[in-house]
Each structure stands twice: as C-alpha cells, then as structure tokens.
C-alpha cells in the first residue's frame, strides 16, 4: 500500500495520544499492518449487512489492528479511504463491487468515500451507481458523486451534472462545475456561461474555470463580463481563462483590468495579453512595467512582441521606433472583421 488516507490517521492518531504510546512506532505498525491486510479490509466491506462493524474489536484484531476506541461509520469510512488510496493496478476489479455496495448501502460518510474511490479508478462500469448517487440525500454524497464523474470523464453523465449546476447546496453546484470541466462537449457550456452568475464566488471560479479548458469561443462574451465581477478571486480566474482560450475579444478588459486594485488580478490579465498577443497591449503593458513584477510584464512582452530586453528604456525605445509596422503587419494576419 503507497499510502494510507489521513482520515485514518487521524482516527488512529486520536486514540493513541489517549493510550499515550509512542506515536511513531505505533503508526509505522498500523501502516505496515494496513498494507499486509487490504485485500481482508474490502472482504469486509459490505456495510448492508448488520454483523459486519470494522469498529467490532474482534475484526481489528483480524486485522492486526488493536481495539480503538472510534465509531462503527468512521471506521467504515476510513476502510474505503484506505482502498482508494492504494494503487490497485489489475487488482480493482477485486475492490469494485464492494465499492459500490458501499456508495449504495453504506453510511452517508462511507458513500462520499466509496464514490471518491470509483472515481480515483476512472471506471466507466461504475458510471450508473454514481448517477444514482447522484440524487443522494446527503450533500456530501452529490458532491463527491459529481467529482467521480467528471474524474471518469464519460459524456453520459453530462445531463445529471448540468442538472446538479442549480442543486440547493454550494458544495455539489461547485463540483458539478468542475466535473463538467473534465467532460467538456458542446452542451456543457451554456450552463457553464449561466453558472458565472450563481450567488456563490466558488461555484462561479470554477465555472469560470471549467469554461477555460473547454476553450469555446461562445463562452468569450460572458467571461469578459465576468472581468467586471465583484469577487477578486472570480476576476483573476476568469483573466487566466480568457488567456488560456488566448481571445481576442477580451484584449480592451484585459488592458482595463490592469488599473485593477488587486495586485493578483493585474497580474493574470498581464500574463493573459502575453497569452493572446496582440499588440495593443504593448503600450499599456509598459505603462505598468514600473508599477507590478518587472519579469512578469517582460515575459508577455516577448510573447507579444518577439523581442528580448531588459529594461524598461529599451523596450520603449524599441516600439517608439517599430509600433506603427509592427501593428500593421499584426493585423495583415488577422482574418477580416
């Protein structure tokens, strides 16, 4: 076993500082043991059936675990974490169905972790236990359900993410942004554009983000509105993403949103104009060498412009001399309108 999850070791660990033993040494045995008893661990873990409780001393020692005092549904738990943490290699299909009787029968916290688990394994075949999950009661459910999709990246999840955009809790809205991110195609991004308005600023940064790495032009009108967004952290991700989707609309925002107040907002749109290259920017990029990260406005520079200097001086000398044909030449490469 590479690892084992935290969340077992904290369970652990609690109960150690109690038995006030030598936490090192302690550790180190429970993660050998872990390691040598994982395949025992998912013959176990059919939570539908009453007398099976990884908290039960008497499967602990099985284990080679000694009795902790934890309860029965975060021991349960912590054995899928500690699944989804191994690399299981040709060994998953030995894990699968106990995974997904786990994410269907299961505790709510054992169902976040068996459908984080059928994620980390990208495992189409778990596609329609998560759809399902995807209704779960539990918030915690839907939202690790939506980041298992979107790790498995199979477009037949697309409606259940796009649905779960306008889900009641912030948590599942975010992960269903970023899912739909992963999956991508042409009907994530509508939605994806109508997210950049939801109330909550982390569900409108992952949309913001999402519709970045999709890179559809549709989307370049709603992200240069979203440059005027109230939140600073929406601003810097939506500048990083129309650099990333190197637009050309977002040019004249991008150069406003160097007069913004926050230093990391100035610096993605610098870095995005560097991305995009157009040479309307070079003026206003020189106005603000002095004022931010030197480096910073000389890297988008030499993207823009293909020239290498250092100082401030030059590179104003350089464009004094060379703007006017270098502008022209710029937009004899454009396509017309």
Known sequence: MTRVIIVFLIIIISSLVAMNLDLKARLAQVWALLAANLKR???????????????DPAILRELGIDSLPVNKEETEAAAVEAV???DAGPAYPVYMEPLVKALVDGEKEVRAAAAKALGRERDPVAMEALLVSMRDK???VRAAS????????????THALVRALNDDEMDVRESAAWALGQIQGPDVVVPLMNSLLDDNLLVRVKSAEALGEIGDPRSADALVAAMKDESLLVRVKVAESLGVMKERKAVEPLIEALKDKNRYVVENAIWALGQIRDPAAVSPLLKVMQDVDTGLVTAALRKITGQVFVERTAWREWWAKNSEAFIAAYKSTQPAG
């Open 41 to 55: 661990l998912t013959e176990v873990m059919d939570f539908s059936r009453e007398d099976v409780n990884l908290a």
């Open 84 to 86: 989804v943490e191994e």
């Open 138 to 140: 539990e918030e915690r």
């Open 146 to 157: 939506a980041m298992a999709l979107g790790e498995i990246r199979d477009s037949r999840a």
